[in-house]
């Protein structure tokens, strides 16, 4: 199936909207709200193409895409997206993109770190004795 153009994708919201207003409020239970996500590319490698989407989106709803990092060291993902409310409904589009490049970090800065929590542990152990 090709992709769909953005002139079809919004005649498909417009259907589903015009069903959903069909029903009577005291025939069935309302939502809490709706959702609505557009995704472009699941592979970080696709970001660049992507992103470009996604800010353009965003910026069309009036908000500006953000590129968020989850997880640590190489188990590490980022995607870029944008969230807009427009009363119940919530709109989310988004791309996985890679994530920056880990800081590395000296054996020096580690020694004085591990130095540091050891001291901080050290005293906190005192102070309870």
């Given at each position: 199936?090709?992709?769909p153009?953005?002139?079809?994708?919004?005649?498909?919201?417009?259907?589903?909207?015009?069903?959903?207003?069909?029903?009577?409020?005291?025939?069935i239970?309302?939502?809490?709200?709706?959702?609505?996500?557009?995704?472009?590319?699941?592979?970080?490698?696709?970001?660049?193409?992507?992103?470009?989407?996604?800010?353009?989106?965003?910026?069309?709803?009036?908000?500006?895409?953000?590129?968020?990092?989850?997880?640590?060291?190489?188990?590490?993902?980022?995607?870029?997206?944008?969230?807009?409310?427009?009363?119940?409904?919530?709109?989310?589009?988004?791309?996985s993109?890679?994530?920056?490049?880990?800081?590395?970090?000296?054996?020096?800065?580690?020694?004085?770190?591990?130095?540091?929590?050891?001291?901080?542990?050290?005293?906190?152990?005192?102070?309870?004795?």
């Amino acid at each position: 199936m090709p992709q769909p153009t953005y002139a079809e994708l919004a005649d498909a919201l417009r259907e589903v909207a015009d069903r959903i207003a069909s029903f009577d409020d005291r025939d069935i239970a309302k939502p809490n709200s709706l959702n609505l996500y557009l995704s472009f590319g699941y592979l970080p490698s696709h970001g660049p193409q992507m992103t470009p989407a996604v800010d353009a989106i965003a910026a069309a709803l009036g908000v500006t895409a953000a590129t968020k990092v989850e997880g640590r060291g190489t188990n590490r993902t980022a995607d870029h997206k944008a969230e807009h409310r427009e009363g119940p409904l919530r709109v989310v589009v988004r791309t996985s993109v890679e994530p920056p490049p880990l800081k590395r970090r000296s054996t020096a800065d580690m020694q004085a770190e591990l130095d540091r929590l050891n001291n901080e542990l050290a005293e906190a152990r005192r102070s309870q004795a």
